[in-house]
């Protein structure tokens, strides 16, 4: 891993850089609007790997009681595999645990491979389904051939 990476908190200053890797990443991205709100969120938790001031990657996070729930974790795509997620995932939840975290929660869709893969390297272990959960596409049907289930996975610090 390259050392001039650098995780630090991202805030409403970060909306432009966001947005472009969000609606590059995701089946369904976050509006800005929706990106602006999860930054008002009570407990947010929301941290950024840079490269000098370029935002590479992004988690949102909230923290309730003694949980972190992971919302959105993104790379952007010329940055990938390169040991960025869990360079994010590896800062926030040793962070979280000594603000008194023990349980770590997150879901992603069941055809996200990479997903899976890096939360089960990570040590996350598959705790539950949610049927038909996501769309496929950008409308929210309710035919669920056009869904998809969504996995949940927890890890205990
Ligand atoms: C999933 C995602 C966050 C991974 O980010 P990344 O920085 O490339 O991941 P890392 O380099 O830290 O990889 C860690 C592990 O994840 C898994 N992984 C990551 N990308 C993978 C891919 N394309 N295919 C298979 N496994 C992959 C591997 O197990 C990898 O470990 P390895 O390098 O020893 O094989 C990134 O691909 C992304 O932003 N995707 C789009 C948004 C998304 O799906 N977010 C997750 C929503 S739940």
């Not at 390259?2 to 805030?11: A, M, Q, Y």
């Not at 966001?18 to 941290?47: C, M």
């Not at 988690?59 to 010329?78: A, G, M, R």
């Amino acid at each position: 891993m390259d050392t001039h990476f650098e995780v630090r908190p991202i805030s409403l200053e970060h909306l432009n850089e966001i947005s472009i890797i969000e609606n590059l990443s995701h089946i369904t991205p976050w509006t800005d609007q929706q990106i602006k709100e999860e930054f008002g969120r009570v407990g947010a938790y929301n941290f950024g790997v840079f490269e000098k001031n370029n935002l590479l990657a992004y988690f949102f996070s909230y923290i309730f009681l003694d949980e972190l729930h992971i919302l959105n974790l993104s790379v952007e795509e010329k940055s990938r595999k390169q040991g960025l997620a869990v360079l994010l995932i590896d800062f926030t939840t040793h962070a979280a645990k000594s603000a008194g975290v023990s349980k770590v929660f997150l879901e992603c869709r069941e055809s996200n491979t990479a997903a899976r893969l890096l939360y089960t390297k990570c040590g996350f272990l598959l705790n539950g389904r949610r049927k038909s959960y996501y769309s496929l596409g950008s409308s929210n049907t309710s035919d669920e051939s056009l869904r998809e289930d969504g996995l949940l996975f927890i890890k205990e610090l």
